[in-house]
C-alpha cells in the first residue's frame, strides 16, 4: 500500500512549469529516491508535499487523506517530517530545544497550564524532555544537548536536523541531499543512520540526492525528474541502464 | 539632582520599555512595524480609566481590565488588518494596512470618549516620599515595581514555556516553523496578545503618573517606544528593555540639564545617532543576507 500518492501533480511559478503532471507511489517502510540534475524540480516537489504551496494542479494522497490544500503545519502534524538542502535549524535555540519544539503538537495542557505548572503540564514536560533526550542520543549529540545549535558543526548540525524532524513521529521522512557537504566516511555512516531509522522507527523515507553511490545503495525504488517531468522510474538497477537517465543525467561512461 | 533625574528617567524608560517589547516581539516574528501598537497602549488607558470611573476599581483591577481588553483587541488587529495580507502582497501593504488601523483606532476613540484630556480619579495615594537626597512617588514605585515584574514574567515566558520556545522558533525561522508542525498563525496570534497586555499596562501607569488620557496620547508615546525598540535592537527582547530605559534616562536628562523644549528632539536625534553607528541597535544582530 502506497503512503504517499501524488497523482498529475504540475506546479507553475509565474510561466514557468516547475513540476508537470507527476505520478508517483511511494511503498510504506520504502527508501525512495529522487534524482535528477540542478533545477529538475526535486525541492520544489518536497515543498509541494509538505505545504509550502498547494500545487497548481493534481491530487496528493497521504495515508488515505488528500493533503494538497493543507498548509504546512497541519501537513507535518498528519505525520511528514523533512530536512532542508540548506539546513534551517533554530540556530539561537539548544539542541534539545530544536527537538522539542517540533515534537508533538497535539497535547493536552494548554498555556494557562504552562504558566500555572500545573502537574499535566510538568508530567507531558518530562516525556517530551525524555522523547527529546533519546532522539538526541541516537543521533550522537546527546553530550551537545545544552549548546546552541548554531555552535554544532556541519555534520553534526545535519544530524540536529533529522532528530528535529523525528521528534513528531512521522510515518514519512523527506531528506533533502542529506549527504551534501559531507566526505565519504561521513555519507558511510549517513547510511547506516538512514537504514536503521527506517528499520527502528518503521517509517518510510523520500530522499533526494545528487550522491549516486549512496542514491543507488540504499533506494530501492528511484524516480528521475528533469525539466519538472517524470522520465522514469525503477530499482537502481533499472535506472543505471535507462538511457533516457544515462543521456539527461548520469551521463555516458568512458 | 543627578540621582532624582535618573529615578525619573528609570520609571520613564520602564513606560517606554513596556511598550517597545509589543513592536521588537512583532517584527520579530513577522518584519512588521506595527504601527497601531500606540494605539493599543491608548485604548489600555482609556479602559483602565473607565473601570475605575464606572466601578471604582483599584488600579490593580483596572490594570488587569485594560491588559485583557488590549489583548483581544491586539488579535484582533492582527487577524482584520495584517493576517489576510501576509505572505500574499509586498512588504509594505502590511505596513500601510498597520498606519491605517492606528488612524483608525485613535479617531474611533476620540468619537466614543471626545478630543479633550482626561484625568484619572485618585486611585494612588500620590503621596510622596524622602530617600535621602531623592523624592520618591508612590507611583513611581508601583511603575518601576509592575514594569520589572512583567519584564521577569516576559522572560520566563519566552525562555521556559512551550509557547515562548515555539515563539523564538518563529522569530528564527516562520517557514521551518511551520513544517515543524507549529501552528505559525497561533503563535503570532500569542505575540499579538501578549505584547498588547504590557502595552495596556503601560498605558494605565502613564494616565495615572501623568494623570492625563487623551486619544491621541499613543502617537508620541509609540514613535517614542518604537525608537527605543530599534536603539536596543529591534526583533530583541532584551535590547528593547534596556532600548526603553536608556531612551527615558536620556531624555530627562536632556531635559534636566539642557532644556525641556528639546525633549523630543533628543530622543528621536538618539535614534538618528544610533541608526548610523550601530544600525542593527545595542543588542540587535547583524543580519547576514540570505543568498
Wanted: with cysteine; glycine share 10%; charged share 15%.
Amino acid at each position: 500500500m502506497p503512503v504517499l500518492e501524488l497523482q498529475g501533480v504540475s506546479q507553475e511559478f509565474g510561466g514557468l512549469r516547475a513540476l508537470d503532471s507527476i505520478d508517483l507511489q511511494v511503498e510504506q517502510n520504502s527508501i525512495f529516491g529522487i534524482i535528477g540534475p540542478n533545477g529538475a524540480g526535486k525541492t520544489t516537489l518536497f515543498n509541494v508535499i509538505t505545504g509550502i504551496y498547494p500545487p497548481t494542479e493534481g491530487r496528493l494522497i497521504f495515508q488515505d487523506q488528500p493533503i494538497a490544500a493543507l498548509s504546512s503545519h497541519k501537513v507535518a502534524r498528519l505525520g511528514i517530517g523533512r530536512t532542508f538542502q540548506n539546513i534551517r535549524l533554530f540556530n539561537r535555540l539548544s539542541v534539545i530545544d530544536n527537538v522539542k519544539v517540533a515534537a508533538n503538537w497535539n497535547r493536552s495542557a494548554g498555556l494557562l497550564a504552562s504558566l500555572l505548572g500545573l502537574p499535566s503540564y510538568s508530567r507531558e514536560q518530562s516525556q517530551s524532555q525524555e522523547k527529546a533526550e533519546a532522539l538526541i542520543d541516537m543521533m550522537g549529540l546527546y553530550a551537545k544537548r545544552m549548546e546552541y545549535a548554531q555552535s554544532l558543526s556541519y555534520g553534526e548540525q545535519r544530524r540536529l536536523e533529522i532528530a528535529r524532524a523525528l521528534a513528531a513521529v512521522p510515518s514519512l521522512l523527506l531528506l533533502d541531499e542529506p549527504a551534501a557537504g559531507m566526505n565519504s566516511s561521513e555519507k558511510l555512516e549517513l547510511m547506516d543512520l538512514i537504514w536503521k531509522i527506517r528499520d527502528d522507527m518503521q517509517l518510510t523515507i523520500l530522499l533526494v540526492e545528487h550522491d549516486m553511490h549512496l542514491v543507488m545503495n540504499i533506494c530501492e525504488q528511484i524516480a528521475v525528474l528533469d525539466y519538472g517531468r517524470k522520465i522514469a522510474e525503477g530499482d537502481p538497477d533499472a535506472i543505471k541502464r535507462d538511457p533516457r537517465v544515462i543521456q539527461s543525467y548520469l551521463g555516458v561512461e568512458r | 539632582m543627578l540621582w532624582q533625574q535618573l529615578l525619573n528617567g528609570l520609571t520613564l524608560g520602564s513606560t517606554y520599555a513596556l511598550i517597545a517589547l509589543g513592536y521588537t516581539m512583532v517584527y520579530g516574528i513577522v518584519q512588521l512595524i506595527n504601527f497601531a501598537h500606540g494605539e493599543i497602549y491608548m485604548v489600555g488607558a482609556f479602559v483602565g480609566l473607565f473601570l475605575v470611573i464606572t466601578w471604582d476599581v483599584n488600579l490593580g483591577i483596572a490594570m488587569v481590565g485594560a491588559m485583557a481588553v488590549c489583548m483581544v483587541l491586539g488579535v484582533l488587529v492582527e487577524r482584520i488588518a495584517y493576517r489576510p495580507l501576509r505572505g500574499k502582497s509586498s512588504r509594505l501593504s502590511p505596513l500601510i494596512s498597520a498606519l491605517g488601523a492606528s488612524i483608525f483606532l485613535s479617531t474611533l476613540m476620540a468619537l466614543i470618549a471626545g478630543v479633550n484630556t482626561r484625568r484619572y480619579p485618585a486611585v494612588v495615594d500620590l503621596s510622596s516620599y524622602s530617600l535621602g537626597p531623592i523624592q520618591v512617588s508612590s507611583m513611581q514605585v508601583v511603575i518601576l515595581l509592575v514594569s520589572a515584574g512583567l519584564m521577569i514574567g516576559l522572560q520566563f515566558l519566552v525562555r521556559r514555556t512551550r509557547i515562548g520556545k515555539a515563539m523564538r522558533a518563529c522569530s528564527q525561522d516562520l517557514d521551518a516553523a511551520a513544517l515543524m508542525g507549529i501552528n505559525v498563525n497561533r503563535v503570532i496570534s500569542y505575540t499579538f496578545a501578549i505584547g498588547s497586555a504590557l502595552a495596556a499596562a503601560g498605558g494605565v501607569m502613564v494616565g495615572v503618573y501623568y494623570n492625563a488620557v487623551w486619544p491621541y496620547m499613543g502617537t508620541m508615546a509609540g514613535l517614542k517606544a518604537f525608537a527605543a525598540a530599534v536603539l536596543g535592537g529591534i526583533g530583541s527582547i532584551p535590547g528593547a528593555m534596556l532600548g526603553g530605559l536608556t531612551l527615558g534616562i536620556m531624555e530627562i536628562m536632556g531635559v534636566a540639564y539642557i532644556s525641556s523644549s528639546f525633549k523630543d528632539a533628543i530622543a528621536f536625534g538618539i535614534l538618528i545617532l544610533v541608526l548610523i553607528l550601530r544600525p542593527q541597535g545595542i543588542l540587535g544582530e547583524k543580519k547576514n543576507k540570505k543568498v
